[in-house]
């Protein structure tokens, strides 16, 4: 019967219903997508690839406003504004095709060929990861014929039972007063309508359960990882280190609130039992380490504060670990640095690249890390397990490559993936400070006032902080007891604010002498300058 339905019908099918066909096939190519990419490839999921791929290609201020706009919850809005989009295309697909299936069928397909591009696209997907792209385009269109076909044959049978619809117009559910009981066409179209949405969400929820960054390894490379943490500790915090009770950040970072930065719209989830680390371009010796090789060089644990360069005056990326690794410096010295290796350039398991220069990883004082632990735990999921670098003094984007599995030793020549789009190539962190409290339109009792915050300059170490109020003449801050020059340091001072508004502003120097520049520069190329000032309200 199928067969000889023709390809046009005698008359539109209702919007609704049309519009149906395309949200259900939309569903169908997403579930299924998702269901195949978890048993082959779990970031070859369609969806994901397509917002991975939007990441990099959108253009660097459209992500700032992002980064901006959103902060840590750039991805959820990016994720949402994708499947408004995908709702509208699958709305119009089925509204374009009232008068027959194939105008629907060729944007659904149009659509899964998107799909598949941008799964051939990304870097840290293999070839057999296109099948879910291709999976869900065959199930999209499929579907949406399937669908479509039902739908004519409801309402084909509609006219057959007498009930000539009339058109968009009320009162058309005439057919049911007409005696002419629920039809097996429009039977057949509401239970395979119902059918494609619960086979769509099953499809969609198992294939998230397990795409939902599962990483690890077998339990012995799991006890690999715990031996490995059992390194010598890091020099211990000291009473005095940070003035929670005025309100800065603790000294030390829990890893739940720790910043995080990074282009993956899902957490890559690395096996550590296949995990490898390859160290080669301008080296005497190729290094191919596994975990366990990793292990057997020095351990150590160093307290750093890690900086982002996107972070704006006064922004909450940056962070204090106490991270557990081995320093990079003795894996570069093993395989022999040539002449003329400007930078190490990483490569993460998700594709992501930094260039890090290679003189800043061979001194032995900044002490730059191939870290698998933070915190005394391993590291976690989202900030790059198994292993990634860490180097003090040096923003994250060139020198913190999360999820690692390659160091190339190259020039400057290769570009990694901020320069390209950009951004600086050296990436020192600069001298800043922010006020925590009071916090901004904060209303506080008139009188005196503790005003707290933290103030940076790691490799250099940070030597004085003032404030003032209303441009006022400034005054010296107490600082906390310094653990290193490669973390944060905090400061607090007592001030008399008077009934009204006020602002406060604060002004670090550093170990050189370098007072903190007031001139605003944007995060764009390297990183912001200017002070943080604050407004709040006395009464
Ligand atoms: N693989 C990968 N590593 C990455 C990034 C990334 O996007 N991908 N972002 C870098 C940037 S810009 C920063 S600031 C730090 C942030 O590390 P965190 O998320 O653990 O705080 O990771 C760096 N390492
Ligand atoms: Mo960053």
Redesign the pocket.
């Known amino acids: 019967m199928e067969d000889v339905r023709p390809e046009r019908l005698p008359r539109p099918l209702p919007a609704t219903v049309a519009a149906l066909c395309g949200v259900l096939a939309a569903a169908a190519a997403i579930g299924s997508g998702q269901l195949v990419a978890a048993l082959v490839e779990p970031r070859s999921a369609p969806l994901l690839a397509v917002g991975n791929t939007a990441i990099d290609l959108t253009p660097e201020p459209v992500k700032q406003f992002a980064i901006r706009a959103f902060g840590e919850s750039d991805k959820t809005a990016l994720l949402a504004g994708m499947g408004v989009v995908l709702l509208v295309f699958a709305v119009l697909a089925g509204l374009v095709s009232r008068r027959g299936p194939r105008p629907g069928s060729v944007l659904v397909a149009a659509f899964g060929i998107v799909g598949i591009a941008a799964v051939l696209a990304r870097p840290d997907v293999g070839v057999l990861g296109v099948l879910a792209p291709v999976v869900a385009t065959a199930a999209g269109v499929w579907v949406f014929r399937w669908l479509h076909g039902a739908a004519a044959d409801a309402d084909a049978e509609r006219d057959a039972s007498g009930g000539a619809r009339s058109g968009d117009e009320p009162g058309s559910d005439r057919e049911t007063e007409s005696g002419g009981e629920r039809g097996p066409g429009r039977r057949r179209f509401l239970v395979s309508s119902v059918a494609v949405a619960a086979g769509a969400g099953v499809a969609g929820g198992l294939g998230s359960l397990t795409t939902g960054g599962r990483s690890g390894g077998s339990p012995a490379a799991q006890q690999a990882v715990g031996r490995a943490l059992n390194a010598p500790p890091a020099q211990p915090v000291p009473a005095g280190a940070d003035f929670r009770a005025d309100g800065t950040p603790t000294f030390i970072t829990p890893n739940r609130d720790?910043?995080?930065?990074?282009?993956?719209l899902s957490v890559?989830s690395v096996d550590l039992d296949s995990w490898r680390l390859r160290v080669h371009g301008m080296v005497d010796r190729e290094l191919d380490l596994g975990f366990a090789d990793l292990a057997r060089f020095p351990r150590v644990t160093r307290t750093i504060t890690?900086?982002?360069?996107?972070n704006e005056v006064g922004g909450p990326?940056i962070?204090t670990a106490e991270f557990t690794g081995v320093p990079i410096r003795d894996v570069l010295l093993a395989a022999g640095v040539r002449p003329g290796a400007e930078q190490v350039f990483s490569t993460?398991?998700?594709g992501?690249t930094?260039g890090t220069p290679t003189d800043a990883l061979l001194e032995a004082e900044r002490g730059a890390l191939l870290a698998f632990g933070m915190n005394g735990e391993p590291l976690p999921a989202?900030?790059?397990y198994p292993v990634?670098m860490v180097t003090p003094g040096l923003?994250?984007?060139v020198s913190?490559?999360?999820?690692l599995t390659d160091l190339e030793l190259t020039t400057f020549a290769k570009p990694a993936?901020?320069i390209e789009r950009g951004w600086g190539q050296r990436g020192p962190i600069k001298l800043q400070s922010r006020i925590d409290r009071p916090s901004g339109f904060a209303k506080v009792p008139a009188g005196r006032n503790a005003v707290a915050g933290i103030a940076w300059a790691q490799t250099i170490g940070i030597d004085a902080v003032e404030v003032r109020v209303d441009g006022g003449p400034w005054q010296p801050a107490q600082l906390s007891t310094e653990v290193n020059d490669q973390t944060w340091r905090m400061w607090r001072a007592d001030v008399d604010l008077a009934p009204g508004g006020h602002t406060v502003e604060c002004r670090a120097t550093d170990r050189n002498g370098q007072v903190q520049t007031p001139r605003r520069a944007s995060v764009l190329p390297d990183g912001a300058t200017g002070w943080h000032s604050v407004f709040c309200t006395a009464n």
Do not use: I
């Open positions: 720790f910043y995080r930065v990074d282009t993956a890559p890690m900086t982002c360069v996107s990326y962070s993460s398991a998700d992501f930094a989202q900030h790059g990634r923003y994250g984007y913190a490559t999360k999820w993936y901020w």
